[in-house]
Protein backbone atom coordinates (compact mmCIF):
# COMPACT_ATOMS: atom_id res chain seq x y z
CA UNK A 1 0.00 0.00 0.00
CA UNK A 2 1.53 3.55 -1.06
CA UNK A 3 1.38 6.12 1.80
CA UNK A 4 2.86 9.73 2.04
CA UNK A 5 6.07 9.89 4.31
CA UNK A 6 6.73 13.17 3.58
CA UNK A 7 5.84 16.26 2.22
CA UNK A 8 8.25 19.31 0.68
CA UNK A 9 7.46 22.35 2.94
CA UNK A 10 8.23 24.27 6.05
CA UNK A 11 6.84 23.00 9.33
CA UNK A 12 7.07 23.38 13.14
CA UNK A 13 8.12 20.49 15.07
CA UNK A 14 8.84 19.48 18.57
CA UNK A 15 12.66 20.05 18.19
CA UNK A 16 12.68 23.08 16.00
CA UNK A 17 11.78 24.29 12.38
CA UNK A 18 11.89 21.57 10.11
CA UNK A 19 12.77 22.41 6.38
CA UNK A 20 11.84 19.74 4.03
CA UNK A 21 13.39 20.49 0.54
CA UNK A 22 13.62 18.30 -2.84
CA UNK A 23 16.96 17.83 -2.57
CA UNK A 24 16.48 16.36 0.87
CA UNK A 25 13.76 13.93 -0.07
CA UNK A 26 16.28 12.87 -3.23
CA UNK A 27 18.42 12.07 -0.92
CA UNK A 28 16.42 10.08 1.36
CA UNK A 29 15.24 7.95 -2.04
CA UNK A 30 18.60 7.39 -2.90
CA UNK A 31 20.34 6.51 0.44
CA UNK A 32 17.26 4.10 0.71
CA UNK A 33 18.09 2.68 -2.73
CA UNK A 34 21.60 2.01 -1.16
CA UNK A 35 20.48 0.39 1.98
CA UNK A 36 22.92 3.87 3.41
CA UNK A 37 21.47 2.60 6.88
CA UNK A 38 22.20 -1.44 6.50
CA UNK A 39 18.69 -2.23 7.87
CA UNK A 40 14.97 -2.60 6.71
CA UNK A 41 13.42 0.81 7.34
CA UNK A 42 10.46 0.07 10.00
CA UNK A 43 7.23 1.23 10.96
CA UNK A 44 5.92 1.43 14.56
CA UNK A 45 3.47 2.79 16.42
CA UNK A 46 3.38 6.12 18.17
CA UNK A 47 7.26 6.28 17.85
CA UNK A 48 7.20 3.12 20.49
CA UNK A 49 9.53 0.89 18.73
CA UNK A 50 10.16 -1.36 21.65
CA UNK A 51 6.45 -2.28 20.91
CA UNK A 52 7.33 -3.91 17.91
CA UNK A 53 6.58 -3.59 13.92
CA UNK A 54 3.87 -2.07 12.98
CA UNK A 55 5.70 -2.74 9.43
CA UNK A 56 8.54 -2.45 6.87
CA UNK A 57 9.25 -0.07 4.11
CA UNK A 58 10.36 -1.84 0.77
CA UNK A 59 9.81 0.81 -1.79
CA UNK A 60 10.37 4.77 -1.59
CA UNK A 61 10.01 7.32 -4.03
CA UNK A 62 9.12 11.11 -5.05
CA UNK A 63 5.77 11.61 -6.36
CA UNK A 64 5.22 15.26 -7.43
CA UNK A 65 6.07 17.07 -3.98
CA UNK A 66 5.73 14.08 -1.79
CA UNK A 67 8.15 11.47 -0.55
CA UNK A 68 6.00 8.04 -1.07
CA UNK A 69 6.85 4.54 0.50
CA UNK A 70 5.02 1.28 -0.11
CA UNK A 71 4.25 -0.72 3.13
CA UNK A 72 4.14 -4.42 3.59
CA UNK A 73 1.98 -4.26 6.95
CA UNK A 74 2.02 -6.18 10.28
CA UNK A 75 -1.33 -7.64 12.04
CA UNK A 76 -0.17 -5.17 14.58
CA UNK A 77 0.04 -2.50 12.27
CA UNK A 78 -3.27 -3.00 10.72
CA UNK A 79 -4.64 -3.59 13.95
CA UNK A 80 -3.22 0.05 14.77
CA UNK A 81 -4.68 1.72 11.29
CA UNK A 82 -8.02 -0.24 11.07
CA UNK A 83 -9.45 -0.67 15.07
CA UNK A 84 -7.54 2.00 17.22
CA UNK A 85 -7.66 4.85 14.72
CA UNK A 86 -3.92 5.75 13.68
CA UNK A 87 -4.35 7.40 10.38
CA UNK A 88 -1.11 9.06 9.34
CA UNK A 89 2.77 8.68 9.46
CA UNK A 90 5.22 10.15 11.01
CA UNK A 91 8.56 10.54 9.48
CA UNK A 92 12.00 9.66 11.80
CA UNK A 93 15.21 10.74 9.70
CA UNK A 94 18.26 12.38 9.88
CA UNK A 95 19.74 15.28 7.11
CA UNK A 96 22.95 14.59 7.74
CA UNK A 97 23.22 10.99 8.93
CA UNK A 98 26.82 9.49 9.60
CA UNK A 99 26.84 5.93 9.87
CA UNK A 100 28.56 4.79 13.25
CA UNK A 101 30.72 1.77 11.95
CA UNK A 102 32.59 3.79 9.37
CA UNK A 103 32.16 7.40 10.44
CA UNK A 104 31.03 8.75 6.65
CA UNK A 105 28.09 11.21 6.14
CA UNK A 106 25.37 10.31 3.86
CA UNK A 107 23.10 13.12 3.74
CA UNK A 108 19.25 12.63 4.66
CA UNK A 109 18.44 9.04 5.60
CA UNK A 110 14.86 7.88 6.90
CA UNK A 111 15.70 6.35 9.52
CA UNK A 112 12.19 5.04 10.14
CA UNK A 113 8.59 5.80 10.48
CA UNK A 114 5.49 6.12 13.31
CA UNK A 115 1.74 5.19 12.69
CA UNK A 116 0.10 8.52 14.69
CA UNK A 117 -3.01 10.26 15.35
CA UNK A 118 -1.59 13.68 15.10
CA UNK A 119 1.34 14.44 12.72
CA UNK A 120 3.61 17.73 13.22
CA UNK A 121 2.93 18.28 9.40
CA UNK A 122 -0.51 19.24 9.14
CA UNK A 123 -0.93 18.48 5.64
CA UNK A 124 0.06 14.93 6.06
CA UNK A 125 -2.49 12.58 4.11
CA UNK A 126 -3.84 10.13 5.74
CA UNK A 127 -3.28 6.56 5.20
CA UNK A 128 -6.81 5.52 3.97
Do not use: C
Not at 26 to 54: K, W
Not at 55 to 77: C, F, H, K, N
Amino acid sequence: MAVQVLKIGRFTHPSGEVEITRRVLGEMVRNFQAETYGQAIFVDVAHNPEDGAAGVITQLWIESDRLMADVEWTPYGLEAIQDRGFRYLSAEFNENWVDNERRLPHGAVLLGAALTIRPANKSQEPIF
